[in-house]
């Protein structure tokens, strides 16, 4: 049974993990928090991401534990909105909101169920490209294959790429989770994304994870450290989005911040090691695709390579199919946060171009219905 080791219990681990579990590979997860838990509270899953986990026979779980949005509204701060978004039409895509917790319980319980062994409070230290995992007590396991899935800041990567730097953007963000309150959704129908944007460069994302919570993001500039402080300044933040002060006051001192990172390696892959998720292509997150893409990424690469002597042309192929939609991916992202393209227009596939990549990428080989 060939055996794959992989750093990282994020989504592009367990996704990764499942399909080679069930392509009869002896898959390990070793993910160092003492369990898997989710950063980051809620994100938008988006037509690619809903198609993996379609193709992972989750889509029971999309439906239990997910919530479809049926429009995604973008405001200029003043309240005036400047753009209207319909998932089907507009997008050519579903969009459905999910506590990240519910993902990574959902993908968790689907990895087990299909021989995956988790081992949390597992750090990896470090890897060889002839096919070897370091862990931090010391041990060194032979693979068929390591899969670096461990994020940003990937100690696969730095193992066999040494130190890449990180790209540096002008913006840092803070997420959280606030209880929806009656008179939050005026004809209570709380499928409606909400976005309200800033010329400042402040943002604030009101997404319904649920009929009673909401994902919440602040965006600001690092130029404008004042916006990004902890506890939140409510009468700062509420003189840019009066009309928001109701959700404002409810953040009070909770939710995580994050400064943007971007990561482009010369490689997906060296020897027999390879990078998926944000140790490969960590990306800024104006487009909400990090997470859709590391699932992407993760499932391709699980379900075409193998552990015999085409690993190598299986490990070039991969890449090559599917960097540069990635690529792609990863610049219109960048292009919105450095302020080249205009938020209140230039989201969520509205190119054609990145469309068609975006539709010709996804893992079709695996029984998934071609885009609509
Ligand atoms: C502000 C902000 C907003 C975002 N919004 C969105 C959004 O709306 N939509 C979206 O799709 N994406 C969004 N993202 C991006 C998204 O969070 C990431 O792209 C996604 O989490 C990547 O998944 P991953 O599994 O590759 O990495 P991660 O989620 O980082 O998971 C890596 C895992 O590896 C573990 N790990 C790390 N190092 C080691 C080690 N040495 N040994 C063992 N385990 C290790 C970590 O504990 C973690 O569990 C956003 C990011 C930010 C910063």
């Known amino acids: 049974m060939p055996t794959v080791h992989i750093a990282g219990g994020g989504v592009a681990g367990l996704v990764a993990s499942i399909v080679f579990a069930r392509r009869g590979w002896q898959a390990t997860v070793y993910e160092r928090s003492p369990a898997l838990r989710a950063n980051g509270n809620g994100f938008p899953i988006f037509e690619n991401g809903l198609r993996v986990l379609e193709a992972l026979g989750l889509g029971e779980g999309i439906e239990s534990h997910g919530h479809r949005l049926e429009h995604w509204s973008i405001y200029r701060s003043s309240g005036e909105k400047a753009a209207e978004y319909e998932p089907f039409s507009a997008t050519g895509g579903r969009i459905v909101m999910f506590h990240r917790q519910a993902l990574v319980d959902l993908l968790a319980e689907a990895a087990q169920a299909s021989g995956v062994a988790i081992r949390s409070g597992s750090r990896v230290v470090g890897a060889e490209a002839e096919g070897a995992v370091l862990l931090e007590d010391g041990r060194r396991l032979d693979a068929d294959l390591v899969v670096g899935a461990d994020g940003i800041r990937s100690a696969i990567r730095r193992a066999v790429m040494g130190d890449l730097p990180l790209g540096e953007h002008r913006k840092g963000a803070l997420r959280l989770l ?25 943002r604030i994302g009101l997404l319904p994870c649920s009929p009673n919570l909401m994902y919440m993001i602040l965006v600001n500039l690092l130029s404008d450290p004042e916006a990004g402080r902890q506890p939140v300044d409510v009468e700062l933040w509420s003189a840019t989005f009066p009309m928001l002060r109701r959700y404002i006051e409810r953040v009070g001192d909770q939710g995580h911040y994050d400064v943007y990172h971007s990561i482009v390696p010369p490689a997906w892959h060296a020897g027999r090691c390879a990078l998926i998720g944000d140790a490969a292509h960590g990306m800024t997150p104006a487009l909400g695709q990090g997470a859709n893409t590391a699932m992407m990424t993760a499932y391709s690469l699980a379900a075409s390579v193998s552990s015999g002597p085409s690993q190598q042309e299986d490990l070039r192929e991969w890449e090559r199919r599917l960097r540069p939609l990635v690529d792609f991916t990863q610049k219109y992202a960048e292009g919105i946060t450095a ?6 227009n230039d989201i969520f596939f509205s190119d054609p171009g990145l469309r068609r990549l975006l539709e010709a990428n996804i893992p079709a080989e695996f029984g998934v219905a071609a885009a609509a």
């Open 178 to 202: 606030i209880p929806i309150e009656p008179g939050d959704f005026p004809d209570g129908n709380t499928r409606v994304g909400r976005e309200f944007n800033d010329p400042s460069g402040r």
């Open 339 to 344: 302020g080249r393209l205009d938020p209140n």
